[in-house]
């Protein structure tokens, strides 16, 4: 006991004082579901590869992107980018062009060669999946991923589905296509081409396969009657489409009407300018609001100078002319009749009004249950038909290449799931995800700068018109390196150090695992500052057990 | 002091850190082995203002004086919730006489220092507004004109706090306080009164005084390091929200320091030698209002039960002030 004068207790350190029980709640770190993976109808984990893709880890993200669907560069040239419409980023300046990146990658993995991650251990399992579209290709790739061994056959004579014989070469060059194909068949996945299929049963018991997979998609153009004098060219959308696809240029004259508001519509409407039509005119029931084809593409499709007639109905072509009813849409928002006629000159009229099933192999499939002309499916894309999955524009679905793709994986889990449960008797039912994605008002967005999106660089559209060239350009390295880095991350820890700085308790520590920060609760007060100061919303208060 | 602009989209430049920049433009706080001047195990209140922006100068300032750096503190919040005997959290050499004479220690200190040959060492005192505009004034204006080389830094959370939440001379008008209660035909603190220490300093025509407040720490830090460049007497004003005495929530601290700022009524600037040097822009220019209803000290001016027209004259005349700073500094309004 040597102290100065009056002092009689040794120093310490104020860590012995425990100030965390004070608290009543405590912060946590989550991983919160960020809008945009929400939305992507192919399930991919956009804020996930956009992460990787900020510091310019380009192969990183990729690999993070393929993980879920192996078209990146398709992708980034025809998805309608749900994403991007969810994206929280909007109700700051606009929404992150995700899509945009997405094809940056795409393109720079087939310039680098990168390849798929590799198949894993096999499992002996055999699967047969018919038709090699979207749906068919995304659903072999999993599968094989998973270790089964996978046959694709195919009717037509190419693999590709609609993305070849659908979409015109002006949203996707055929060499990307065919580059994306090649690289996913590289897998191992053995493709029979002019192999149709015309009697599943048999096939499946002759080929020793345990499960198949249904994903023809909806090749047949939808008819509508419409009473013609001999004359009249009427053509129909799909064929139209796949000829020009093939590298044909059929005469459809000077003025083209296109019967039909969805996506293929306009495509033809946009097709037909490319081929010599000074007018393109779109023929539709109902309005705007309810045409069901994408705001992008009728956006480009008015920019090209395809025009566009609501509420009207054809009701006859006699040579060059057609004769149109004017509709008006009932209180339950239903076009009628109104029995007012006009007549317009067209020189072909080319009919986009949907696409059937073609029911041909299902009709060997006893029992298997179809209802408005498509196959029905539970939850794991399984029929009624045991071990036959289907999944596609042949399934209830909305038909886009994205979303083929979604169900090709949920199939292909499917299945995987159903050979698992084969013999074990615990079936694994996976529960739809109910989570909810972060929403703008979880985010503290001061700390995000205003930074408008890089339009990609459009062609003319007077020079768009005159040919089949690619409409909507690519980003480099450095706008795609801008634009990733415009992503708020949502409630997703990006590494800003905020939550280390505003800690007026030094109660957050930095750790080399898990999400590199960690809250030490011998010293938190529970104050929240740095749950309000996150920008991303990556850390919520809990409240303390009583 | 120049800023680097950086051209980075995700955060801009106003988060603390961030993994896309480089270690040199991350803030002190972001690095992992900074001073840490005032450790955990505080006893501040939940959210305080203050024991975060003692920390943020305290790190930058070790951090620029290469850990040479002795401080004094008035008597304060911050000193007596850092230091209950026999409890320190300090981590830096920290020294503590009275209430009104941190100011006149820091002097002498220094100049020990300098006559014992350890003119290495650089010297802060540090108060809160009560030690620095009323009980302290009369040592740091004798500081400031004589030049001592000492760097004063004043956290101002607008009253006496410790003992009790009583009127400074830095409490703002309006403001309820122990001491200006919201009753009567003028409730709380009254217009036309206080001292504006940042401009009283200036006077002194001494080589720097800034503002600054716990939400730029970027400006924050910038301004503490180009003080410890400088030699002479130098002064810093810290906004720092005190959720206890403003009737705030504590995880709204550094949000009310941001609105501050924001609506005009706390101007960030610095001056060298009793001319304005530079101010920080506005960006995205709020009505007081917005900052004034995040605190129960300022509830009587929304009251149900209140004089319409007598709260909307007083808010007239908060605004007023704002509007006048946002003149007196011109400074740029900046959309969001």
């Given at each position: 006991?040597?102290?100065?004068?009056?002092?009689?207790?040794?120093?310490?350190?104020?860590?012995?004082?425990?100030?965390?029980?004070?608290?009543?709640?405590?912060?946590?770190?989550?991983?919160?579901?960020?809008?945009?993976?929400?939305?992507?109808?192919?399930?991919?984990?956009?804020?996930?590869?956009?992460?990787?893709?900020?510091?310019?880890?380009?192969?990183?993200?990729?690999?993070?992107?393929?993980?879920?669907?192996?078209?990146?560069?398709?992708?980034?040239?025809?998805?309608?980018?749900?994403?991007?419409?969810?994206?929280?980023?909007?109700?700051?300046?606009?929404?992150?062009?995700?899509?945009?990146?997405?094809?940056?990658?795409?393109?720079?993995?087939?310039?680098?060669?990168?390849?798929?991650?590799?198949?894993?251990?096999?499992?002996?399992?055999?699967?047969?999946?018919?038709?090699?579209?979207?749906?068919?290709l995304a659903a072999a790739y999993r599968l094989r991923r998973l270790g089964h061994a996978v046959t694709i056959r195919e009717a037509g004579s190419t693999a590709g589905g609609m993305m070849r014989h659908g979409i015109p070469t002006f949203r996707l060059?055929?060499?990307?296509?065919?580059?994306?194909?090649?690289?996913?068949?590289?897998?191992?996945?053995?493709?029979?081409?002019?192999?149709?299929?015309?009697?599943?049963?048999?096939?499946?018991?002759?080929?020793?396969?345990?499960?198949?997979?249904?994903?023809?998609?909806?090749?047949?153009?939808?008819?509508?009657?419409?009473?013609?004098?001999?004359?009249?060219?009427?053509?129909?959308?799909?064929?139209?489409?796949?000829?020009?696809?093939?590298?044909?240029?059929?005469?459809?004259?000077?003025?083209?009407?296109?019967?039909?508001?969805?996506?293929?519509?306009?495509?033809?409407?946009?097709?037909?300018?490319?081929?010599?039509?000074?007018?393109?005119?779109?023929?539709?029931?109902?309005?705007?609001?309810?045409?069901p084809a994408n705001d992008i593409e009728v956006e480009e499709a008015e920019a090209e100078g395809v025009r566009m007639t609501w509420l009207s109905t054809i009701a006859g072509v006699v040579g060059d002319t057609l004769t149109i009813e004017k509709m008006?849409?009932?209180?339950?928002?239903?076009?009628?009749?109104?029995?007012?006629?006009?007549?317009?000159?067209?020189?072909?009229?080319?009919?986009?009004?949907?696409?059937?099933?073609?029911?041909?192999?299902?009709?060997?499939?006893?029992?298997?249950?179809?209802?408005?002309?498509?196959?029905?499916?539970?939850?794991?894309?399984?029929?009624?038909?045991?071990?036959?999955?289907?999944?596609?524009?042949?399934?209830?679905?909305?038909?886009?290449?994205?979303?083929?793709?979604?169900?090709?994986?949920?199939?292909?889990?499917?299945?995987?799931?159903?050979?698992?449960?084969?013999?074990?008797?615990?079936?694994?039912?996976?529960?739809?995800?109910?989570?909810?994605?972060?929403?703008?008002?979880?985010?503290?967005?001061?700390?995000?700068?205003?930074?408008?999106?890089?339009?990609?660089?459009?062609?003319?559209?007077?020079?768009?018109?005159?040919?089949?060239?690619?409409?909507?350009?690519?980003?480099?390295?450095?706008?795609?390196?801008?634009?990733?880095?415009?992503?708020?991350?949502?409630?997703?820890?990006?590494?800003?150090?905020?939550?280390?700085?505003?800690?007026?308790?030094?109660?957050?520590?930095?750790?080399?695992?898990?999400?590199?920060?960690?809250?030490?609760?011998?010293?938190?007060?529970?104050?929240?500052?740095?749950?309000?100061?996150?920008?991303?919303?990556?850390?919520?208060?809990?409240?303390?057990?009583? | 002091?120049?800023?680097?602009?950086?051209?980075?989209?995700?955060?801009?430049?106003?988060?603390?850190?961030?993994?896309?920049?480089?270690?040199?433009?991350?803030?002190?706080?972001?690095?992992?082995?900074?001073?840490?001047?005032?450790?955990?195990?505080?006893?501040?209140?939940?959210?305080?203002?203050?024991?975060?922006?003692?920390?943020y100068v305290l790190d930058t300032a070790m951090d620029a004086a290469d850990g040479q750096l002795a401080v004094v503190n008035a008597t304060g919040c911050l000193e007596v919730f850092s230091t209950p005997y026999p409890e320190s959290s300090w981590q830096?050499?920290?020294?503590?006489?009275?209430?009104?004479?941190?100011?006149?220690?820091?002097?002498?200190?220094?100049?020990?220092?300098?006559?014992?040959?350890?003119?290495?060492?650089?010297?802060?005192?540090?108060?809160?507004?009560?030690?620095?505009?009323?009980?302290?004034?009369?040592?740091?204006?004798?500081?400031?004109?004589?030049?001592?080389?000492?760097?004063?830094?004043?956290?101002?959370?607008?009253?006496?706090?410790?003992?009790?939440?009583?009127?400074?001379?830095?409490?703002?008008?309006?403001?309820?306080?122990?001491?200006?209660?919201?009753?009567?035909?003028?409730?709380?603190?009254?217009?036309?009164?206080?001292?504006?220490?940042?401009?009283?300093?200036?006077?002194?025509?001494?080589?720097?005084?800034?503002?600054?407040?716990?939400?730029?720490?970027?400006?924050?830090?910038?301004?503490?390091?180009?003080?410890?460049?400088?030699?002479?007497?130098?002064?810093?004003?810290?906004?720092?929200?005190?959720?206890?005495?403003?009737?705030?929530?504590?995880?709204?601290?550094?949000?009310?320091?941001?609105?501050?700022?924001?609506?005009?009524?706390?101007?960030?600037?610095?001056?060298?030698?009793?001319?304005?040097?530079?101010?920080?822009?506005?960006?995205?220019?709020?009505?007081?209002?917005?900052?004034?209803?995040?605190?129960?000290?300022?509830?009587?001016?929304?009251?149900?039960?209140?004089?319409?027209?007598?709260?909307?004259?007083?808010?007239?005349?908060?605004?007023?002030?704002?509007?006048?700073?946002?003149?007196?500094?011109?400074?740029?309004?900046?959309?969001?």
């Amino acid at each position: 006991m040597n102290k100065p004068f009056a002092i009689t207790l040794d120093v310490k350190s104020s860590l012995a004082n425990h100030t965390g029980t004070w608290r009543s709640e405590r912060p946590v770190y989550v991983d919160g579901l960020p809008p945009c993976t929400h939305a992507c109808p192919a399930g991919e984990q956009v804020q996930a590869w956009l992460y990787a893709a900020e510091d310019g880890s380009y192969e990183q993200a990729w690999r993070r992107l393929v993980n879920d669907n192996p078209f990146p560069a398709v992708m980034g040239r025809v998805c309608y980018h749900p994403c991007e419409t969810a994206c929280n980023r909007a109700d700051l300046d606009t929404a992150v062009g995700i899509n945009s990146v997405e094809r940056f990658l795409g393109d720079e993995a087939i310039r680098q060669g990168w390849r798929l991650p590799q198949p894993g251990a096999a499992t002996g399992r055999r699967i047969l999946v018919v038709g090699a579209g979207p749906c068919g290709l995304a659903a072999a790739y999993r599968l094989r991923r998973l270790g089964h061994a996978v046959t694709i056959r195919e009717a037509g004579s190419t693999a590709g589905g609609m993305m070849r014989h659908g979409i015109p070469t002006f949203r996707l060059p055929r060499d990307v296509l065919d580059a994306e194909i090649n690289r996913l068949l590289e897998l191992g996945i053995t493709l029979e081409l002019g192999a149709r299929v015309d009697n599943l049963a048999e096939e499946m018991r002759a080929g020793e396969f345990d499960a198949a997979l249904l994903a023809m998609g909806a090749p047949l153009s939808k008819r509508a009657y419409i009473p013609a004098a001999q004359s009249a060219r009427i053509i129909d959308a799909l064929g139209l489409l796949a000829d020009v696809a093939a590298g044909e240029r059929p005469q459809l004259g000077r003025t083209v009407a296109v019967y039909g508001g969805g996506n293929t519509a306009m495509d033809v409407a946009r097709t037909a300018r490319r081929l010599g039509a000074e007018e393109a005119l779109i023929v539709y029931r109902r309005t705007r609001a309810q045409m069901p084809a994408n705001d992008i593409e009728v956006e480009e499709a008015e920019a090209e100078g395809v025009r566009m007639t609501w509420l009207s109905t054809i009701a006859g072509v006699v040579g060059d002319t057609l004769t149109i009813e004017k509709m008006r849409l009932d209180d339950d928002g239903k076009p009628q009749p109104t029995g007012e006629f006009e007549e317009l000159h067209a020189d072909s009229v080319v009919l986009a009004l949907g696409q059937d099933v073609d029911r041909g192999v299902l009709a060997t499939l006893p029992g298997i249950a179809i209802t408005d002309g498509v196959v029905e499916v539970g939850a794991e894309m399984m029929t009624s038909v045991a071990g036959v999955f289907a999944a596609g524009d042949l399934a209830p679905s909305v038909r886009s290449v994205t979303v083929a793709i979604g169900q090709g994986n949920a199939a292909a889990r499917g299945i995987d799931g159903w050979l698992r449960s084969i013999g074990s008797s615990a079936p694994k039912p996976t529960a739809p995800s109910s989570a909810v994605p972060v929403a703008f008002g979880q985010l503290n967005p001061w700390y995000f700068s205003d930074a408008p999106h890089v339009v990609r660089p459009r062609l003319d559209t007077a020079r768009r018109t005159d040919d089949f060239a690619e409409v909507v350009g690519g980003l480099d390295a450095d706008t795609a390196l801008y634009e990733a880095r415009r992503c708020m991350s949502c409630g997703n820890c990006f590494g800003c150090d905020n939550c280390f700085g505003v800690c007026p308790d030094n109660a957050i520590h930095k750790v080399a695992e898990g999400h590199g920060y960690a809250v030490d609760y011998d010293y938190c007060k529970g104050c929240g500052l740095c749950a309000s100061e996150c920008p991303c919303g990556a850390i919520v208060m809990e409240p303390e057990e009583t | 002091m120049t800023i680097q602009e950086v051209k980075f989209y995700q955060v801009g430049s106003r988060a603390v850190g961030n993994r896309l920049l480089s270690e040199d433009l991350r803030t002190e706080q972001a690095n992992e082995n900074r001073t840490n001047a005032l450790n955990s195990g505080h006893r501040a209140c939940q959210g305080c203002g203050e024991a975060l922006a003692a920390r943020y100068v305290l790190d930058t300032a070790m951090d620029a004086a290469d850990g040479q750096l002795a401080v004094v503190n008035a008597t304060g919040c911050l000193e007596v919730f850092s230091t209950p005997y026999p409890e320190s959290s300090w981590q830096v050499p920290w020294l503590h006489s009275l209430f009104a004479n941190a100011a006149s220690v820091a002097s002498g200190l220094a100049a020990g220092l300098r006559t014992s040959g350890r003119g290495d060492v650089r010297v802060l005192a540090q108060g809160g507004d009560g030690g620095t505009v009323d009980i302290g004034l009369a040592c740091l204006s004798g500081m400031f004109e004589r030049n001592d080389d000492v760097f004063y830094v004043c956290y101002d959370n607008e009253a006496y706090m410790n003992t009790g939440v009583q009127r400074s001379g830095a409490t703002p008008p309006a403001a309820r306080t122990a001491t200006t209660e919201a009753v009567g035909p003028e409730p709380g603190n009254r217009f036309g009164i206080g001292k504006d220490l940042p401009r009283i300093a200036m006077a002194h025509e001494i080589p720097y005084v800034a503002t600054a407040t716990v939400a730029e720490l970027h400006d924050l830090e910038a301004k503490v390091r180009h003080a410890m460049s400088l030699r002479g007497a130098r002064y810093l004003h810290v906004l720092v929200p005190c959720p206890l005495g403003w009737g705030s929530a504590p995880a709204d601290t550094v949000r009310i320091a941001r609105l501050a700022q924001r609506s005009g009524l706390f101007p960030l600037f610095e001056a060298e030698h009793g001319t304005v040097t530079s101010v920080v822009p506005i960006r995205g220019r709020v009505p007081v209002e917005e900052y004034l209803r995040l605190q129960r000290r300022y509830a009587h001016l929304f009251a149900a039960a209140g004089d319409a027209d007598r709260q909307a004259a007083t808010l007239r005349a908060v605004q007023a002030i704002a509007d006048r700073n946002i003149a007196r500094y011109a400074i740029p309004v900046e959309e969001l």
